[in-house]
T-cell receptor, first 110, second 113 residues
Framework: RKEVEQDPGPFNVPEGATVAFNCTYSNSASQSFFWYRQDCRKEPKLLMS???SGNEDGRFTAQLNRASQYISLLIRDSKLSDSATYLCVVNHSNDYKLSFGAGTTVTVRA | DVKVTQSSRYLVKRTGEKVFLECVQDMDHENMFWYRQDPGLGLRLIYF???????EKGDIPEGYSVSREKKERFSLILESASTNQTSMYLCATSQGALGTEAFFGQGTRLTVV
């Protein structure tokens, strides 16, 4: 079983729509959680960290459910510029390594 | 801004060649990582280093080695390139232990023919 699993999508949504997707992780000892964004042919960049209480950054909301071992990302009022692949990233409690999901592709259309 | 620079954007090498991929960072970060990214598989960790001259195997180290002689430079070596090593290679850095942001280089697309 992969450490981090994501629905690959693609999620095709119109501008202004809300889109949400999840990621599950297998290691219950995982401590830190992130969403990274990767544009086509570019390197991944941090979008936001995910905190236990859930957190928002503008139109983006991230949630963590430790009991069910998943994190989610919700994008409100989608913009064309939100088109990208979103990578779920998990860090375990006792090492420096990050485990990446394969990514969820979102395409926002005009 | 953190800058992570990989020596090449695109490389084409022949099967059996020895290949060096270089990564340099300018932010004095302790940790450096090499990943490969393949469609449907995401990023997989090859090797990482949390200090000069230290290295640790990641999830897929076979066929690769690394060198970290200076803090700012982390090299990935393919001892004898094979076609299944055709991939996008990404270098990353971070500071400290868990819970910190990783910064990536622009990637090297390696094709082995």
């Amino acid at each position: 079983r992969k450490e981090v699993e994501q629905d690959p999508g693609p999620f095709n949504v119109p501008e202004g729509a809300t889109v949400a997707f999840n990621c599950t992780y297998s290691n219950s000892a995982s401590q830190s959680f992130f969403w990274y964004r990767q544009d086509c042919r570019k390197e991944p960049k941090l979008l936001m960290s995910v905190y236990s209480s859930g957190n928002e950054d503008g139109r983006f909301t991230a949630q963590l459910n430790r009991a069910s071992q998943y994190i989610s990302l919700l994008i409100r009022d989608s913009k064309l510029s939100d088109s990208a692949t979103y990578l779920c990233v998990v860090n375990h409690s006792n090492d420096y390594k990050l485990s990446f999901g394969a990514g969820t592709t979102v395409t926002v259309r005009a | 801004d953190v800058k992570v620079t990989q020596s090449s954007r695109y490389l084409v090498k022949r099967t059996g060649e020895k290949v060096f991929l270089e990564c340099v960072q300018d932010m004095d970060h302790e940790n450096m990582f090499w990943y490969r990214q393949d469609p449907g598989l995401g990023l997989r960790l090859i090797y990482f280093s949390y200090d000069v001259k230290m290295k640790e195997k990641g999830d897929i180290p076979e066929g690769y080695s690394v060198s970290r002689e200076k803090k700012e430079r982390f090299s990935l070596i393919l001892e004898s390139a094979s076609t299944n090593q055709t991939s996008m290679y990404l270098c990353a850095t971070s500071q400290g232990a868990l819970g910190t942001e990783a910064f990536f280089g622009q990637g090297t697309r390696l094709t082995v023919v």
